[in-house]
């Protein structure tokens, strides 16, 4: 099985709801990406887990709240967000252990429009 | 400053015909890796290759080559018969310090979009 998978396919939430994004892979990758994507922009890295603990987080503002339950599973918790936060969410997984050819694999991703 | 530069931002070409694409890079750390991904309008992004600065040999995949010349830090894409299928987005991408044993975080260029025409 080399696919990650998300859920849900398409989002639209409102500035006062909280809603969630869920990632799951059964790779047995132990790194789990999120990603943001506008328009015609490239994946811009918001954070990483690396053995379920957070190692990376790129100054994300705190109304996005990853999570890693275990290593197969990475969700997004997201609250009083913006309309500027509107974009594609993209979760990726690798093994953490970089050695040589070791790509991320991405998901189909979460296109999120806020109201 | 950019650290990965794409300097095409749409390329045209024939159905059959072989294209190149466009990469340059900027790093001071002598163990990186440089990737390409394709990213259809269906949004997900589908890896393509990959080539290590330790690498001797330019990396191939099937249709797809890198031509890697470290000195000028260039790892352009060359798609050989390209296909009405590959007309998509393509972004560069580097990872740098392969061997740290952490997570890897890619930098990406800011892509190509490539159509082919009949």
């Known amino acids: 099985d080399t696919e990650v998978t998300q859920t849900p396919k398409h989002l639209v939430m409102g500035m006062t709801n909280k809603k969630s994004l869920k990632c799951e892979q059964h790779?047995?990758?132990?790194?789990m990406y999120w990603y943001k994507q506008k328009a015609k922009k490239p994946p811009e890295l918001m954070f990483v887990?690396?053995?379920?603990?957070?190692?990376i987080n790129e100054s994300v503002p705190s109304r996005f709240s990853p999570e890693c339950p275990n290593s197969s599973l990475l969700n997004l918790h997201l609250h009083a967000l913006q309309p500027e936060d509107s974009a594609l969410y993209l979760c990726?997984?690798?093994?953490?252990?970089?050695?040589?050819?070791?790509?991320?694999?991405f998901g189909p991703g979460t296109r999120l429009t806020v109201l | 400053a950019q650290k990965i530069t794409q300097t095409q931002p749409g390329m045209f070409v024939q159905e059959k015909e072989a294209v190149t694409l466009d990469c340059t890079y900027d790093?001071?750390?002598?163990?990186?890796?440089l990737f390409w991904y394709k990213q259809p309008s269906s949004g997900e992004m589908i890896f393509l290759i990959y080539?290590?600065?330790?690498?001797?040999q330019n990396a191939t995949e099937g249709r797809y080559s890198l031509n890697f010349q470290k000195a000028r830090k260039s790892a352009n894409l060359v798609i050989s018969a390209s296909q009405l299928g590959d007309s998509a987005m393509y972004f560069c991408?580097?990872?740098?310090?392969?061997?740290?044993?952490?997570?890897?975080?890619?930098?990406f260029g800011t892509g190509t979009r490539l159509q082919v025409t009949l």
């Open positions: 990726a997984s690798s093994q953490p252990r970089d050695r040589g050819h070791n790509e991320q694999f």
């Open positions: 790779m047995g990758h132990r790194a």
């Open positions: 887990y690396s053995y379920e603990k957070l190692s």
């Open positions: 790093t001071s750390d002598p163990s990186y890796g």
């Open positions: 080539q290590g600065s330790y690498d001797q």
């Open positions: 991408a580097m990872r740098e310090g392969v061997n740290t044993g952490t997570a890897s975080k890619l930098t």
